[in-house]
């Protein structure tokens, strides 16, 4: 099975949709707007992509910008900061099996087989 959190609003995430059901046909869509991960779900994701809640802010983002960019934060409060506004969370981020990716473009789309 294939995970994607999914903003259908976002290009990058539409065309990471369309490749991986190319590639496998048992996929879970997480509309992560509509339905924001846990903490829990939030730091497992961030453990198989091995990165910190902060490497997968959108930076670019205005909530980031207006409240949050000359902030300092340990990873416990990006958790939370990134759980109560998940537009923060930097997408499309897709799990197969034990490895995750953020799928920003085609060469980490490749990634998924």
């Not at 879970?28 to 339905?35: A, G, P, T």
Request: charged share 35%; hydrophobic share 35%; aromatic share 6%.
């Amino acid at each position: 099975m294939i995970t994607i959190y999914h903003n259908p609003r976002c290009q990058k995430s539409r065309t990471a949709l369309q490749h991986i059901q190319t590639v496998d046909k048992d996929i879970k869509v997480v509309e992560y707007l509509k339905n924001p991960p846990s903490a829990k779900e939030l730091k497992e994701v961030l453990e198989l992509l091995q990165l910190k809640p902060l490497d997968i802010v959108r930076k670019k983002e205005q909530l980031f910008i207006d409240e949050y960019k000359d902030g300092s934060y340990t990873d416990t409060q990006w958790l939370k900061i990134l759980v109560e506004n998940p537009i923060l969370i930097e997408r499309p981020i897709i799990i197969k099996g034990d490895k995750a990716i953020i799928a920003r473009d085609e060469t980490s789309l490749k990634k998924i087989k």
